[in-house]
């Protein structure tokens, strides 16, 4: 028995550590070869690229600074300007959880003294690798 609950309990936090195949058991003996990892099991995600625009009042707010800076604390790269129409465009590049938060808050918060009536989203695609390298406010 004393054999059994310590294979058990070896077996236990190999699994903690790393996903196993058990192909073999025997009391004093073990084979354990470890499972492939799959994108979902080894915590990898899409790394996406999407570009935005934002109507509203979003000039001279400091729209873009609070963009920038939401940008960088979620882990993103792209940039933000202002553009002729009285909007704010930009892109947004990183992993898709965080791409997706940025987007929310880019749809509902923005600068503290913005309103943003309308923010449309487009081209976003899979990336292999990031085009940008920081977060950057691209003045005219």
Known sequence: MVGKSLGFQRLYRLQLIRPVDVTQAELGQQIIRPRPQTSAMSGEEDIISVDYE????????????????EGKKLGLVGWVQNTEAGTVQGQLQGPSSKVKLMQDW?????????????AEFQNERKLEGLDHTDFKIIRH
């Open 106 to 118: 880019l749809k509902t918060t923005g600068s503290p003294k913005s309103q943003i009536i309308r």
């Open 54 to 69: 934002i109507f509203g009042r979003v000039q001279g707010v400091f729209f873009r600074k609070y963009t920038q800076a």
